[in-house]
């Protein structure tokens, strides 16, 4: 490697964490639930690119999500800006690429200097990458800011065809009741308000549970052909 290209890649590294840290700070102090109060303000300016809107909101969820925005408060205002069809595709879509981006600049800006400084990581990287796309799926379910999910399998070994499957079925189930709570929302119908609820909850318990059930028998399925 040319030493301008290890500079370039010290000042993106620099700049990953500088990122993290000024984000993570601006999301905190931002008064995030105020943008949901803001839903029909939003959903006028979008009006204005016509049939392009959800176009729109995928490209602006997808900025978002890669520099720290929570992906379940754009999932929440997709279904109320949208309803939920359209909602959950938007965002669905629009989070994934931008954790994708996170995923890729990660990968690009510190992966080889991590992999240097820190031997082990790169030693847990490769166990990760052994169980494939079922590694980033379990990830996916952890309390832990996508963000910082994102930069660590972007430093890991994880290929992208792994990251792109495990990241899209793992953000299912909460983008799944997180755009039928938003939608659920503009429902001024208690009947259809108590159904896109009742939905919701049964979405937030049933699809995890379908994911690890799922997972756990193609492990055990793994473990019988071995």
Request: aromatic share 12%; net charge positive; with cysteine.
């Amino acid at each position: 490697m040319t030493k301008p290209r290890r500079q370039a890649k010290k000042f993106a590294l620099a700049g990953l964490l500088l990122l993290v840290l000024g984000f993570s700070l601006l999301i905190y102090l931002l008064p995030l639930k105020e943008l949901l109060g803001q839903s029909q303000q939003i959903k006028a300016w979008l009006a204005q690119t016509g049939y392009a809107a959800p176009l729109v909101f995928f490209a602006g969820s997808a900025m978002l999500t890669a520099v720290g925005m929570p992906r379940l408060l754009l999932c929440t205002l997709a279904g109320m800006v949208f309803g939920f069809t359209w909602g959950f595709i938007a965002s669905h879509f629009g989070t994934v690429s931008g954790a994708y981006l996170t995923f890729v600049f990660a990968r690009w800006s510190g992966r080889d200097a991590v992999a240097h400084r820190f031997p082990q990581v790169l030693a847990w990287s490769e166990a990760v990458q052994g169980k494939g796309w079922q590694s980033v799926l379990l990830m996916r379910q952890l309390p832990i800011s996508g963000l910082y999910n994102d930069i660590i399998m972007g430093l890991s070994a994880v290929s992208h065809r792994d990251f792109w499957i495990g990241t899209l079925i793992g953000f299912l189930p909460l983008g799944i009741t997180a755009s039928l709570v938003g939608a659920g929302a503009l429902q001024a119908d208690m009947t259809h308000l108590a159904q896109y609820f009742g939905i919701a909850a049964v979405a937030f318990f049933l699809l995890p549970m379908s994911l690890k059930w799922l997972l756990a028998q193609r492990q055990r399925k793994s473990l019988n052909a071995s």
